[in-house]
């Protein structure tokens, strides 16, 4: 089942992937983040595989992550992992101008539980997130974070 999600960030592409790939910037964008451990690999590189743990409602959520492909500045593919959920996402970062960028989530959900809540839910909880990074990336460039 597959749901795309996109968003423009007021930034240049550059700026918004060195605050993206920084594990220690998810405290201050990723909702309900409780940890971030890397497992193995070098960072970024296909085949490098971290777990972050994080709270949505009382529950406790531990995902883990492998990267399936690098072809930055433009794309990363995920491949993710967490209690009967399979989810292949692409980040695909457009520059679409000076000081713009296009975020792109393509995410393809692999579980009989999804069938049953739909997928609304999960794009709107994307979307929740991605805008959560883009208020953080932005205002840390105006320096008010």
Known sequence: ???????????????????????DNLKNWFIGFREFNHLSGRPCAIGSRFEVKFRVGNMNISVEEKITRNDLPEEIWYEEHTEGITNLQKNLFIDVGENTTKWVIISNYESDYIKHI????FKKKTLKFMNSFKRFAESQVLGTV
């Open 1 to 23: 089942m597959k749901v795309q999600v996109d968003l423009d960030i007021d930034l240049p592409r550059d700026q918004v992937l060195e605050l993206y790939l920084n594990p």
């Open 118 to 121: 739909g997928l609304s839910a």
